[in-house]
């Protein structure tokens, strides 16, 4: 399966051991994913905060933190895929972490191989049950890679931001369906932007903008709800 390009999905990736963390930073951004790393669970909750990646790679022995207490704290947020890396072997250690709302688990050692499949596997499935097998969302011109982490219609790249990229990626894993300002709000902002919907209005009408320069058939993709939130059409 072709890799990633640059500008791909971001990863952030959460080991306090330097020289682990240093190699599956240079494996993963070979194969085209952006990584952003923290050596502990309140960097990796400050990087969670201000950047809202796409993956998380977690480690749950933290210096200053248990890494379950950072699951705990992204699914209060969001449903960003979440692979556990640790060297926990205990079978009730992989239970609580998959009950508490991790998406995987590979115990140390793990063959690097491995853990890029199931990384592209979650990444797939993000893009909700529209998506093909390959993470691609296709409605008319418009085609949302999720695992390429871009945008094209009529086959040509539209630039977006990785806000305005997710922004799409949530309504388009959901389409048909009707996505509540708040629900946007916090799957793309968190919970600590409550309130703030004006990002979400701002965002959507960017989105809308972008795509219907490029095909005008698109303008009415997504549909607003008065009041309420925001549709893309389910044909």
Known sequence: MTAPR???????????????????????EARGYRVDEAGDGSTALARWDARRPDVILLD??????????????????????????SARHAESTKIEALELGADDYVTKPFAIGELHARLRALIRRAAGPAADAGGRVVVGT????????EVTVGGEPVELTPREFEVLRVLLSQRGRLVTRGRLLRAV?????????????V???QVRRKLADRDPTLR????????????????
């Open 6 to 28: 640059a500008g791909g999905p971001l990863v952030l990736l959460v080991e306090d051991d330097d020289g682990t963390r240093a190699a599956l930073r240079r494996d993963l």
């Open 142 to 149: 418009l085609v949302l890679d999720a695992v390429a982490h």
């Open 189 to 201: 902002w968190g919970t600590a932007y409550a309130g703030e919907d004006h990002y979400v209005h």
């Open 220 to 235: 009415g993709l997504i549909t607003t709800e008065p009041g309420v939130g925001y549709r893309v059409g389910g044909d």
């Open 203 to 205: 965002y959507v009408s």
């Open 60 to 85: 749950l022995g933290l210096p200053d933190l248990d890494g379950l207490s950072i699951v705990r704290h992204v699914r209060r947020d969001a449903q960003t895929p979440i692979i556990v890396l």
